[in-house]
């Protein structure tokens, strides 16, 4: 695979093109044109694909479109070009499991093919949404790592300093991503799981100065946690990107390469989410060196990832890297429904069904489209991984039919999505019991009715 | 050809998001005497507002959008001199200022905005991403802008539009301009808290508030 300097480098010394001109000469016009080419169609009808062809259809579209449409730096005005063997090499060399954590928390993800129902998947809980108080961060990053199905957490942002919130690239905001860290790790210090990993460092960071403060290790964060580094717009490779890379590859850290394919953006609409959205997993590799992929598609009005095309497309990308690529998977779900609703829970059940089944492991996600303070409520996390590991038991075949009767439970809400409760709402703040009954009441008979529908999801 | 062939010619034109059909329906108009600017309000923005709407119903997306904008563009390179010539200027709906704020790098969401504002009869200035607060105020001032529309998507970033409003109060000219504010990490509750006159959850939305502001 080519190193790291040479990928560096591509960003100095490819074609000059101003970013509308690569948007509208090279990305959108290769985009629909590998789609064509590779016959890429989703029939709008169906939530999993099971058609293995169409599948690696996907993959190919996805590599045909790096080699044509390359990647855009704009510090530089030009186009990252990459060669079809450079791909095929990086591919093939992608990691298969990446290991984080400490101690006897110390795991490996893997990377896992769709259909795969005798393995046991990683287990992430979590989430990056504000919290407006140390102690409910500490409690909720604590309750969830208390879980002993849980194999990892994101937590969550705490960006005040001395009741004030901290901006963008200031001293503060250097000051709150050590915070962020510091609080993080002591409450997973106190669930009685010190060595458990943190792998959406740092969440409260949106520097790469504030990261690499944060990531000092009497801090807490540690190279066998995990670093997100995004692509910022479709294809665009910016230099805060390269420098997070160029540092986190000089520590051997744990990089997770992230990306937010936008439906309804420069991508289009299902196929092209799917086949940009597959691109990013094979870059996350070629570009960021990412040990890990943090994948999550959005609507670009709705702001989350709910809707039946980007159910199919995020699903149907986990299936074309799972099968051709084998680089390990997490999916992001922004939800419509707030913590505690039955719609989140049928969201999220209709998302793992189709992810998890697809080769995705499993990741609970975010209420209220992320918006909601104080939205991270433990308890749903433990359910939805629950229906995760539920979900992993079942092939696509079996998982869409199970789908399909989900999907009108929530379908039409997404455009004005049930309110939720907070972490304050559900919990006694001195026992951290739940002691909201409605909260409890839905989330039971949720249980049943997915039961009722062939997921059986145990308690665990 | 009727007049009315003109105008269904280059409404599908549009629709059709193909810049040399535009161009010769365009020409074939002028040349039968029709005025540059019946050109544009009767066949034109009849096929911009058609795209409009095929964008809010997701039967087409931004790359269509972006493709029929520019089709218009390139109308308007050659009605534009032609307007003028006629004394013929037209009334715009509104000038918008709008960019991403101080700090935060994400531009989909904003660069929609902008073809829908330009695509629905507004005169738009697009300052860009990581925009400095007296770039807006300064653009705002020199354009005669109607509304500053200010995009955030990081939680941290937020503060930035408020920074814009009180640098407006600051200096005396709050009530010259609307203010919306939008973008991932904005909310209705966070609009109100800072005064803003409006917040849109998306582009479509903001264009609606919008006309609805400036009418």
């Known amino acids: 695979?080519?190193?790291?300097?040479?990928?560096?480098?591509?960003?100095?010394?490819?074609?000059?093109?101003?970013?509308?001109?690569?948007?509208?000469?090279?990305?959108?016009?290769?985009?629909?044109?590998?789609?064509?080419?590779?016959?890429v169609k989703w029939d709008k009808q169906t939530i999993i694909n099971t058609d293995d062809a169409l599948t690696d259809a996907v993959f190919e579209a996805a590599v045909d479109l790096i080699a044509e449409a390359g990647a855009y730096c704009p510090e530089?005005?030009?186009?990252?070009?990459?060669?079809?063997?450079?791909?095929?090499?990086?591919?093939?060399?992608?990691?298969?499991?990446?290991?984080?954590?400490?101690?006897?928390?110390?795991?490996?993800?893997?990377?896992?093919?769709?259909?795969?129902?005798?393995?046991?998947?990683?287990?992430?809980?979590?989430?990056?949404?504000?919290?407006?108080?140390?102690?409910?961060?500490?409690?909720?990053?604590?309750?969830?790592?208390?879980?002993?199905?849980?194999?990892?957490?994101?937590?969550?942002?705490?960006?005040?300093l001395r009741g004030k919130d901290s901006r963008v690239r200031s001293p503060q905001e250097i000051l709150a991503a050590c915070k962020t860290v510091r609080l993080a790790r002591e409450g997973i210090r106190r669930s009685g799981r010190a060595g458990l990993p943190i792998i959406n460092g740092i969440s409260a960071a949106s520097q790469p100065a504030s990261m690499f403060a944060a990531s000092y290790p009497d801090f807490g964060l540690r190279p066998s946690d995990g670093f997100l580094i995004d692509f910022l717009s479709e294809m665009v490779v910016g230099y805060e990107a390269l420098q997070k890379v160029a540092f986190y590859n000089s520590i051997s850290a744990n990089i997770g390469s992230t990306s937010t394919p936008l439906f309804g953006g420069y991508a289009g609409g299902a196929e092209g989410v799917a086949v940009t959205a597959t691109a990013y997993m094979i870059m996350g590799n070629l570009v960021f060196r990412g040990s890990y992929h943090y994948n999550a598609p959005l609507h670009s009005k709705l702001h989350l990832s709910s809707t039946k095309p980007l159910i199919w497309a995020i699903a149907m990308s986990n299936a074309a890297i799972g099968r051709n690529m084998g680089y390990p998977m997490v999916n992001l779900p922004y939800l419509g429904g707030g913590s505690g609703t039955k719609q989140y829970h049928y969201e999220m059940a209709c998302y793992m069904l189709a992810v998890v089944t697809s080769g995705g492991n499993v990741f609970s996600g975010h209420p209220a489209m992320a918006v909601q303070t104080d939205s991270l409520v433990p308890d749903d996390h433990r359910f939805h991984a629950?229906?995760?590991?539920?979900?992993?038991?079942?092939?696509?075949?079996?998982?869409?039919?199970?789908?399909?009767?989900?999907?009108?439970?929530?379908?039409?809400?997404?455009?004005?999505?049930?309110k939720g409760l907070t972490f304050q709402e559900v919990y006694d703040m001195r026992t951290k019991q739940i002691v909201n009954a409605e909260y409890r009441k839905a989330m039971d008979e949720v249980r049943e009715e997915l039961a009722g529908m062939g997921l059986e999801v145990p308690v665990s | 050809m009727t007049d009315a062939d003109h105008f269904d010619k280059l409404k599908q034109a549009i629709i059709d998001q193909d810049e040399d059909e535009v161009l010769d329906a365009v020409n074939a108009a002028l040349a039968d005497g029709i005025g540059a600017k019946t050109v544009i309000d009767q066949g034109l923005l009849p096929g911009l507002n058609v795209i409009g709407e095929q964008f809010e119903d997701e039967e087409i997306f931004l790359p269509e959008l972006m493709q029929a904008a520019l089709a218009f563009q390139a109308a308007m390179t050659i009605l534009e001199p032609k307007i003028k010539e006629e004394g013929t200027a037209g009334e715009k709906k509104g000038v918008v200022v709008l960019g991403t704020v101080k700090g935060?790098?994400?531009?989909?969401?904003?660069?929609?905005?902008?073809?829908?504002?330009?695509?629905?009869?507004?005169?738009a200035h697009d300052l860009g991403i990581d925009v400095d607060l007296f770039s807006f105020i300064n653009k705002a001032k020199e354009v005669d802008a109607d509304i500053i529309a200010i995009s955030a998507l990081l939680t941290t970033t937020l503060v930035g539009q408020r920074d814009v409003i009180d640098a407006l109060k600051d200096a005396g000219e709050r009530d010259r301009y609307k203010?919306?504010?939008?973008?991932?990490?904005?909310?209705?509750?966070?609009?109100?808290?800072?005064?803003?006159?409006?917040?849109?959850?998306?582009?479509?939305?903001?264009?609606?508030?919008?006309?609805?502001?400036?009418?």
């Open chain 1, 1 to 39: 695979m080519i190193d790291l300097i040479e990928v560096f480098d591509r960003a100095e010394t490819g074609p000059l093109i101003s970013e509308t001109d690569y948007y509208m000469k090279r990305y959108v016009p290769k985009l629909s044109e590998v789609i064509a080419r590779h016959k």
């Open chain 1, 76 to 160: 530089t005005n030009r186009v990252m070009q990459f060669s079809r063997d450079e791909i095929e090499v990086a591919c093939a060399q992608a990691p298969r499991g990446a290991t984080f954590g400490e101690g006897r928390e110390r795991k490996t993800m893997y990377g896992r093919r769709p259909d795969t129902t005798d393995d046991r998947p990683w287990v992430h809980v979590g989430g990056g949404i504000y919290t407006s108080d140390e102690q409910v961060y500490m409690d909720t990053v604590e309750k969830m790592a208390s879980f002993n199905i849980v194999d990892s957490v994101s937590v969550p942002s705490i960006l005040h």
């Open chain 1, 386 to 418: 629950e229906i995760g590991l539920a979900a992993a038991k079942l092939t696509r075949a079996e998982a869409e039919p199970i789908a399909q009767k989900l999907f009108p439970l929530f379908g039409d809400k997404l455009k004005d999505p049930d």
């Open chain 2, 104 to 123: 935060d790098l994400h531009s989909i969401g904003k660069n929609i905005l902008k073809l829908l504002y330009e695509t629905s009869g507004f005169e």
């Open chain 2, 179 to 215: 203010v919306l504010v939008g973008g991932g990490a904005t909310t209705r509750e966070w609009a109100e808290s800072i005064g803003a006159d409006g917040w849109a959850a998306t582009a479509y939305e903001a264009v609606t508030l919008s006309t609805s502001l400036v009418s």
